[in-house]
Structures are given as C-alpha cells and as structure tokens.
C-alpha cells in the first residue's frame, strides 16, 4: 500500500470516523505523521496518562500522540503486513 494511497483514503472519511475507543497496547490504528501530515499505519505501544505512543509499522519511526488523533485501521489495510524490520 503507498502511503499516498491509504492518506488518501482516510482524508475521503475523516468527517465521518471517530476515534479509536478504549485504545490499548498492541492496537493497530491510523495516525497521521506529524512531520507531512499523512495518514499512515501504526500500532499502540504505549498509553500514558496525556498522550499514546505509536510506531508507524511501515516505517518503524514512533512518535506520541493523543487519543482523538488515533483512529481505527480499516480492514483492507489490516489485513497487509507490517513492512518495517526491527534489527
């Protein structure tokens, strides 16, 4: 999946998505990257007390967030792999 693509797809829906609810470690979501505002596939690795902590599991860069900026991760793109490798 490009990141294109998929920012593209969530950019369609935002009006009508909520966040994710009850967000827990292991979660994987949609975040946009705070450094081009695109939309991209992360996991939750984190929840503290004012903010959550993703990786972006394409790339494998993390940044924190709050809970409104995480949203479910759409079936389809799910169902895809990570594509980043911890070495």
């Known amino acids: ?41 992360a996991r939750v690795v984190m929840n503290k007390v004012n903010s959550i902590h993703i990786v972006f599991i394409d790339y494998g860069n993390s940044e924190e967030k709050s809970a409104e900026e995480i949203f479910p991760l759409i079936d389809s793109f799910a169902r895809l792999p990570a594509m980043a490798v911890a070495c």
Do not use: E, Q
């Not at 609810?21 to 705070?34: H, K, W």
């Open 1 to 41: 999946v490009s990141s294109f693509s998929f920012s593209n797809h969530y950019n369609k829906f935002i009006n009508t998505l909520a966040p994710l609810p009850n967000l827990s470690i292991g979660d994987f979501c949609a975040t946009r990257f705070s450094d081009d505002a695109l939309w991209y596939r």
